[in-house]
């Protein structure tokens, strides 16, 4: 446990981070891409524990899109396999998991992921179902379009079977109907490594989100930065339309 949290008067429910820079990290040290996903593992979950210390009650982290397909085999193939490593590791740290008390949860498509790594998915799942002292999302194979397309397909079904009618289709029900439903949508959404932009991510989630972008790449991200953030979060002055 994080001794030393600074106090913040007023903490984000939900924060949304895009892991990247991993590659960057890597070309700097004239390292495989590989070594900075691997080592942005390491972020994550230093990242990870220090929120759930802070006491924020959800997180997204983005970790594979539905882009990043296009990515050469062998990327994909290390990334596969890192996602694997966290989960099997996870199941080790049983004692951690029951101090740290994280709920994990897997959004994104699931199609066309390796059948072991779905396997470990709904175990981690389903093992940490009883926790609630903070929820972790996962987003792999996440794609914010795929998503709503996603919502778009399941409530279009619904109104075929005649089970709700044209009427019933309003902001609320299609929040019900994408991965987050039942979570508040993220305050903040920090994006690393110099871009500014989402790319694909939250992109219902993020109507009304704060935006924090830093040059740092993310195996390099630090509880500095998160306290930075959080310092932030405090002076933006969040409207929702009103005056
Ligand atoms: C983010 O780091 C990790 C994933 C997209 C999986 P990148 O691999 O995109 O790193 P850069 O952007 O090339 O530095
Ligand atoms: C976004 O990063 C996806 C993840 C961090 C998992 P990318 O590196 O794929 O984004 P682009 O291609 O620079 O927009
Ligand atoms: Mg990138």
Redesign the pocket.
């Known amino acids: 446990m994080y001794k030393n949290i600074p106090e913040f008067e007023v903490l984000p429910q939900h924060v949304g981070f895009?892991?990247?820079g991993n590659?960057r990290w890597a070309k700097n040290r004239g390292l495989e891409r590989s070594a900075g996903h691997k080592e942005g593992a390491k972020t994550f979950r230093r990242i990870c524990e220090y929120c759930a210390d802070v006491g924020i009650k959800h997180m997204t982290f983005?970790?594979?899109?539905t882009?990043?397909w296009s990515r050469p085999e062998k990327e994909v193939g290390a990334l596969m396999k890192l996602f694997k490593e966290y989960l099997l590791e996870g199941e080790e740290r049983t004692a951690e998991n029951d101090i740290r008390q994280m709920r994990l949860k897997f959004i994104g498509e699931k199609e066309g992921l390796p059948k072991d790594l779905l396997k470990l998915i709904e175990k981690a799942e389903k093992k940490t179902a009883k926790y609630s002292k903070i929820t972790i999302n996962i987003?792999l194979n996440?794609g914010g379009r795929a998503e709503i397309t996603h919502a778009v397909k399941s409530i279009a079904a619904k109104v075929a079977d005649g089970e709700i009618s044209v009427d019933d289709i309003n902001e609320n029900l299609v929040s019900d109907n994408i991965y987050t439903a039942g979570q508040p949508d993220p305050d903040i959404i920090v994006r690393p490594?110099g871009?500014f932009?989402l790319?694909?991510?939250l992109t219902w989630q993020s109507a009304y989100s704060e935006f924090w972008f830093s040059d740092v790449l993310?195996p390099d991200f630090t509880e500095e930065n998160v306290n930075e953030i959080l310092s932030d979060f405090q002076k933006r002055n969040r409207r929702f339309g009103g005056v």
């Open positions: 895009i892991m990247d590659g983005y970790a594979f899109s882009e990043n987003a996440y490594s871009e932009r790319s694909n991510f993310w």
